[in-house]
């Protein structure tokens, strides 16, 4: 049929969902085949194990190995000695059942060579795979959430959120606040004011929503905020799409003290009075500060009937632990 025939009624839609179809029938085999690829590359690590560790093979077998593949499969690419070392660690790192019972055949190669060479044990491994999977990220940007501990970081503030928000949703406000954020990517110094790291936050906002995490949409800084022919000013107002509440970010350049929880406490009352639609949740305080006394802190939240919580953040990378730069020097396993 030409261009220039009259089309039947219906046929765009009719075309349109065909095309979807296509599409779908392209990723789920795309999926499929991936896959089995993983399940493959773990055979061929185990047999690779099982030939040197309990039979003795020595390890000029495994480049020995990769010439003969190559030269029996010529098209099939990945069966180089790097790679097939690859699938060995691949095999070492986890028993059979749980390529297929964890989200590891969802994942691209790439990222389980990522996961196994720079993550020790097995629950690190599954919690990053998990969130590579949920949240859809890409090879570089796992690697990116790994060299800054994204998951360790995650739900270590001080909050009183178990005791001010619903069960359904405190754990999920937990989950999302950090401790310390690491805003090293501003390239400044410790001894700058509160504006300066605002505007540099804003500034670098792509970078300023990644170390939040996902779900946070930008809403502005030093928000307006008029309460009785007064005008206030937000550091940095945020909304998060699934808890589906506005989250007010307090910024303190210097060491958290009880009183600055009062100023936050009056934001949260505002913008729940003044902004928030019927509708969303209460409103989520997150008061940042260069340190903090963890006890003054729990203590300050106790009498606190809003969802507040104090995280730390870190303007320059610290110095790592002797035990960190001994885990870094050790090596994949």
Same mark, same amino acid.
């Given at each position: 049929?030409?261009? +220039? $025939?009259? =089309?039947?009624?219906?046929?765009?839609?009719?075309?349109? !969902?065909?095309?979807?179809? #296509?599409?779908?029938? &392209?990723?789920?085999? +795309? $999926?499929? =085949?991936?896959?089995?690829?993983?399940?493959?590359?773990? !055979?061929?690590?185990?047999? #690779?194990?099982?030939? &040197?560790?309990?039979?003795?093979?020595?390890?000029?077998?495994?480049?020995?190995?990769?010439?003969?593949?190559?030269?029996?499969?010529?098209?099939?690419?990945?069966?180089?000695?790097?790679?097939?070392?690859?699938?060995?660690?691949?095999?070492?790192?986890?028993?059979?059942?749980?390529?297929?019972?964890?989200?590891?055949?969802?994942?691209?190669?790439?990222?389980?060579?990522?996961?196994?060479?720079?993550?020790?044990?097995?629950?690190?491994?599954?919690?990053?795979?998990?969130?590579?999977?949920?949240?859809?990220?890409?090879?570089?940007?796992?690697?990116?959430?790994?060299?800054?501990?994204?998951?360790?970081?995650?739900?270590?503030?001080?909050?009183?959120?178990?005791?001010?928000?619903?069960?359904?949703?405190?754990?999920?406000?937990?989950?999302?606040?950090?401790?310390?954020?690491?805003?090293?990517?501003?390239?400044?110094?410790?001894?700058?004011?509160?504006?300066?790291?605002?505007?540099?936050?804003?500034?670098?906002?792509?970078?300023?929503?990644?170390?939040?995490?996902?779900?946070?949409?930008?809403?502005?800084?030093?928000?307006?905020?008029?309460?009785?022919?007064?005008?206030?000013?937000?550091?940095?107002?945020?909304?998060?799409?699934?808890?589906?509440?506005?989250?007010?970010?307090?910024?303190?350049?210097?060491?958290?003290?009880?009183?600055?929880?009062?100023?936050?406490?009056?934001?949260?009352?505002?913008?729940?009075?003044?902004?928030?639609?019927?509708?969303?949740?209460?409103?989520?305080?997150?008061?940042?500060?260069?340190?903090?006394?963890?006890?003054?802190?729990?203590?300050?939240?106790?009498?606190?009937?809003?969802?507040?919580?104090?995280?730390?953040?870190?303007?320059?990378?610290?110095?790592?632990?002797?035990?960190?730069?001994?885990?870094?020097?050790?090596?994949?396993?």
């Amino acid at each position: 049929m030409s261009d +220039s $025939v009259s =089309l039947p009624d219906g046929y765009a839609t009719w075309l349109d !969902d065909l095309k979807t179809h #296509i599409r779908s029938a &392209q990723q789920q085999a +795309s $999926v499929a =085949l991936n896959a089995a690829m993983i399940r493959l590359y773990w !055979d061929i690590g185990h047999e #690779i194990v099982v030939k &040197q560790e309990a039979e003795g093979w020595g390890s000029k077998i495994v480049e020995r190995l990769a010439g003969d593949l190559r030269r029996a499969f010529p098209g099939m690419t990945g069966l180089s000695r790097a790679n097939l070392m690859y699938m060995r660690s691949f095999a070492r790192a986890w028993p059979r059942e749980a390529i297929v019972q964890w989200p590891l055949d969802n994942l691209s190669w790439g990222h389980n060579i990522e996961l196994f060479s720079k993550l020790k044990s097995a629950d690190e491994r599954l919690a990053y795979a998990a969130k590579a999977v949920e949240h859809g990220w890409s090879r570089a940007v796992l690697v990116h959430h790994i060299s800054l501990r994204t998951l360790e970081r995650s739900g270590r503030a001080i909050s009183n959120f178990e005791r001010t928000l619903p069960a359904e949703t405190s754990d999920l406000a937990r989950e999302i606040v950090k401790d310390p954020y690491n805003f090293e990517f501003l390239g400044v110094g410790h001894e700058v004011r509160e504006r300066v790291i605002e505007q540099a936050l804003v500034d670098h906002v792509t970078e300023f929503l990644v170390e939040l995490g996902v779900g946070f949409a930008y809403v502005g800084r030093q928000v307006l905020l008029e309460v009785g022919g007064e005008d206030f000013f937000i550091d940095l107002l945020f909304y998060h799409l699934k808890l589906r509440c506005y989250v007010v970010i307090e910024l303190k350049a210097g060491k958290f003290r009880p009183e600055h929880l009062g100023q936050l406490n009056f934001y949260l009352a505002a913008v729940d009075g003044e902004m928030a639609h019927a509708d969303d949740a209460p409103t989520i305080g997150i008061l940042l500060c260069q340190s903090r006394n963890q006890v003054v802190a729990e203590y300050s939240l106790r009498g606190s009937t809003q969802p507040l919580g104090v995280a730390e953040y870190q303007l320059q990378a610290s110095l790592p632990s002797v035990e960190r730069l001994q885990q870094e020097l050790s090596g994949p396993e």
